[in-house]
C-alpha cells in the first residue's frame, strides 16, 4: 500500500465518522485556544506594563523636600548629588510650572486649555484630534536622564543655558506636533507669558498611543522660574540611580543628607525620599502571582485538554480494535495500520490545531481590547507551543493504542468488542 | 496437498487449572479444490480451527504446511500477504467496517494489494454483481439486511479471486432460505476450483458437503466423504 492511498484511507476514516473526527477536533481546539489565550494575555499585561515602567524610567527616586527659611534646596542636593556620582546619573527639579501662557503664531497653550474644558463637558470621545495643553516644567540640564527622554532633534538644556539664564526651552515631540505640525521647530522662538524663548531641541516620541501623553511637554532651565514663576523655590526633584542595587543606596545617603539638612526632627524643614522602584517591585510581586496563577489555569487547561485529546483517541481505538482485526484479517500489514492511524491522527489535530489557533488568535485579541486596552497579538513562541503539544498528544495517544492493537493476532483484535 | 496440518494444538491457559485445548492434537490434509464442512457442537473447536487455518492465529504447537510452505516460520508480513492473496474469508458476524460503504469495503483487500484504483472498481464491482448487489454500492452495512451484509462479506472474500475460501458458520445468523442461496453460491465457487472449508455445527448443511470432518472436544472424531447431489 502506498502512502497516497494511506492518505486516502485516512481521509475516507476521518470523513466516515465525522461524530468521533469532531470530537477529537474540539478537544484540541478548545486546549490550543484556551492556552494561547491565556498565556499571550498574561504576556501582553506583563510588556505593557514594564513599557510604562520604562518610560516612567526606572530607577527613579523622587525627592521631597523644603526649608522653613525659604531657602532653595535644590543646590545642596545638586552638589551633594555631584559626591554621589557613582550611584546617582542625573538629578533635577521636577517642578510643574502653571499660569504660564506659550504663544507661537496662531497657536496657544490658553487655547488649548479652552479645548481641554470643551472636551470635559462633552462626551470626551470627540478629543481624539483635539490639541491639548501641554505640561510645562522646570528642569536642570539632567531633566532628559532622569526622566528617560533622549534629544531627536537639536540640543538638550545645557548647564550654560542653566548658568546664564538662557531663555530657551526643549519641547517634547507631541508638544512640538501641536504647536508647529510638521515644521522643525529647532530655532524658532515661542513666547511664554511675553517673554522670547527659543526651542533649542525636541524629545523623541516615547508612546505614540497614549493620549494624556508623557511627550506633551515643555521643559525650560529652572533659573528661568525667575521670571516665570518669580519667587517659587522648588521642592520637588527626581533622582535618577545608576541601577536597581544604587537607587537602594543613593534613597538611605540622600535621607541621611536630608536629616543632616533639616534636623532629627525635621525642625528646619521637612523632606521625603521615595523610590519608585518600590512600587515597581510590588508591582511586579503582583505580576509574578498572577503569573503563577494563570500560569496554573493554563496548565491545568492543557492537562484537561490533553486528557479529552487523549480520552476520545483512546475510546475510539478501543472501538477500532475490531476494524483493525478486519483489516488485518484481510491482508492488512501492521505497518500499513499504523501509517493509516498516524495519518489520521496527525491531519485531525493539524486541521483542530490550526482552528485552535485562530480562535485563540481572537481571544486574545478580544481579552486585550476587552480587558486591558492594549493591542496584543499572540507570540509565535507560544502559537507554535501550543500547537506542537497538542499534536504530539494527539499522535500519541492516536498511534499507541493502534500500534498496541495492530501487534495482536488478527482473531484477538476481532474478537474485541 | 494444499493444506497440511500435523498434531497441531491451542491451548489456553496451558498448565493451570482451566486450561483448555481447543485443539488437542489434530492432523489434516484437504486437497485444492476439496470442499470439506467442518461440524461440531459449540465449543468443540471450529472456530480455532478456522483461525489457524486461516493464519489469523497461531498454534500452540504442531506444524502446517499451507502450499508445501511451514506458516510458522513465515514473518507477519508474509502472513498478512497470505491471508491478502490466498485466503477469502466470510465471517458469521459479517465483520463489515461499518465507516465504509458497500464498495469501499469489498475494494479494501484489493487496497492492501496495491491494486490501481480503476482496476480494483472493475474488480470490486464484478464481484458485487455476483452476488447480485451491485445497486446498492453506496450504501452503509448498517443500512443493509443480514442477508445483504452477508453477501457483501462474500463479495469481499471473492474479490481477490483467492484459491481458498474459509467460512466460519456463514449461515448462522440468516434465515434457511437466505442460508440456502449462500450455501449454494458457495458450491458454485467450488465448481470454479476454488477450494471451500465450511465451518457449521448444523448436520443438515454438513450433509451437502462432498467431505465431512467432525470434531469433538478438540479432537477429530470423524473423517468421511459422501456423495452429494450438487457436483
Ligand atoms: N481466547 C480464548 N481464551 C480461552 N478459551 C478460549 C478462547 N477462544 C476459544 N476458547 C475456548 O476454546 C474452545 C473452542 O472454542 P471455539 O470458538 O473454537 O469453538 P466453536 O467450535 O467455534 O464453538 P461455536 O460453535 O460456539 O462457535 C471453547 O471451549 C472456548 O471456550
Ligand atoms: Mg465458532
Redesign the interface.
Known sequence: MNIRQAFKMAFRSILGNKGRSVLTMLGIIIGIASVMTIVSTINGMNQQSLKQFEAMGTNKITVSAQRYDGQDVFQDLYDYCLQLSDYVEGVTPNSTLWNVNVVYGTKSSKAMEKNQENMGNSDGMSGTDVELPPNMYLGSDQYAVCNNFQIEKGRDLSFLDIQKYNQVCVLGAQAARNFFGYADPVGQTMSVNGYPFTVVGVYREKDPDSQWSQDNIIVFPYTMSRILSPGETFSEFSVKARSAEAAVEATSRISGYLTGLMGQNQEKGYFWVDSNNQWQNSYNEQATMMSVVLGGIAAISLLVGGIGIMNIMLVTVTERTREIGIRRAIGAERSSIVTQFLIEAAMLCGIGGIIGIAFGTLATRLAGRLLIQIDIWPSVTITLGAFALSVALGVLFGIYPAAKASKLQPVEALRAE | MLIQINDVYKIYGEGLESEVRALDGVTLSIDRGEFVAIVGQSGSGKSTMM?VL?C???PTRGDYFLDGTNVRELT??EL??I???QIG?I?QQY???Q??NVL?NVE??L????INADDRHDMAMEALERVGLAGRVKHRPAEMSGGQQQRVAIA?AIATHPPIIMADEPTGALDSHTGHEVLQFLQQLNREGTTVILITHDNGIAATAPRCVRLQDGKIVEDREQEVDWL
Open positions: 483461525n486461516g489469523l492465529d497461531i507477519d508480513k498478512s500477504h491471508r491478502n492473496r474469508f465471517f465483520n463489515l467496517i465507516n465504509l469501499e479494501l483487500p487496497i492492501y494489494q496495491g469481499r
